[in-house]
């Protein structure tokens, strides 16, 4: 496990902020561009077909307005400095299976869009944290933990021996790839530390948006489970999959709330380890949550929904084989 942090980006970009003037910080964008952490985000963002011009992120950087906030970007560098890679890339851990690898680049930049995302750049997977002047250190820690998480989980999903390689059904190995959206929720998990644990409890803000989601939480997760159920029956071709599942993403949108609680109910009534059996192997997640209700429903005073039958039955007889 190793998580190596980059501030090149971003501790040219805060030069610029401190600098005396507009045109002292000019002077410095030539150096700010050839920065790892600014060509790799450049990389990304053109691969995903954002407009990323260096004109427009100098615009963005010289802008008063941010020059403003300088000594807020310092603090908040600051404070990710004091923090340990090692512990927080621990707690992602505690949500994954024993042969997930956490080994990532975490890259602090100072952007336009405050996105924190990951994303694969030279062979390596990288971490791109958006470092906002207003964000605080148990927000910062939450995010890294939440994006850590999704490192680990994409070597289970896609690495060696992962669970897709031994699914002789294209169907099945179809759906399998469109569940692993739920990953959302089962990070959001991992960063709370806990199921007793508000997943937004350190930010006021998400946990007002993420407590108006779970009133929807019924609506969302039958909009998944036909969504799942659509593909299985192959209504889909791959773009209009695509389309799909994104609009379930969202700003913590179904993809988060439904695998969130999906994990939750799992863990609460089976148990951390059978849950991370289930991440390990999703053939197992469905009926085990399925079963895992009745169970939950009685203790919490709940009348929570379950994934259809059809699924079940045909992630059961995928593990079986």
């Keep these: 496990m190793a998580v190596d942090v980059i501030l090149d980006q971003c501790e040219v970009a805060l030069r610029i902020l401190e600098s005396d003037s507009k045109c002292s910080g000019e002077t410095l964008l030539t150096e700010l561009f050839s920065t790892k952490g600014y060509r790799w985000l450049k990389e990304r963002e053109l691969a995903m077909k954002q407009k990323f011009t260096d004109v427009d992120f100098s615009t963005f950087i010289l802008s008063d307005d941010l020059r403003k906030q300088a000594r807020r970007f310092r603090a ?30 975490v890259v602090p930049l100072i952007k336009p869009k405050r996105n924190s995302f990951v994303y694969p750049i030279e062979g390596k997977i990288v971490v791109f944290l958006s470092l906002n002047p207003d964000v605080t250190t148990s927000k910062l820690q939450n995010t890294i933990v939440h994006e850590l998480h999704h490192v680990g989980l994409r070597t289970v999903y896609q690495g060696p021996n992962s669970v897709l390689d031994g699914v002789s059904d294209s169907r099945i190995k179809e759906l399998l790839r469109f569940t692993q959206p739920l990953g959302e929720g089962y990070a959001m998990l991992a960063a709370a530390g806990g199921p007793d644990i508000h997943p937004n409890d350190h930010d006021p803000e998400l946990k007002t948006l993420w407590n108006q989601r779970m009133a929807s939480f019924d609506r969302d997760f039958h909009d998944i489970d036909r969504f799942l159920c659509d593909l299985l029956a192959e209504e889909y071709d791959q773009e209009e999959a695509m389309e799909k599942g994104f609009e379930m993403m969202g700003i913590q949108g179904p993809w988060y709330t439904v695998g969130w609680k999906t994990a939750t109910v799992i863990e609460v009534v ?18 085990t949550y399925n079963q895992a209700t009745s169970v939950y429903n009685q203790n919490h005073g709940t009348s929570l929904p379950t994934w259809s039958l059809e699924l079940v039955e045909a992630f059961n007889e995928e593990h079986r084989s």
Excluded: H
């Design 76 to 105: 908040v560098l600051d404070n990710l400095q004091k923090l340990s890679m090692e512990s927080l890339a621990n707690q992602a851990k505690e949500y994954l299976p024993s042969d997930a690898i956490i080994d990532a680049f």
């Design 270 to 287: 089976c148990g951390k380890s059978r849950l991370i059996q289930c991440i390990a192997d999703p053939t197992q997640l469905f009926s």
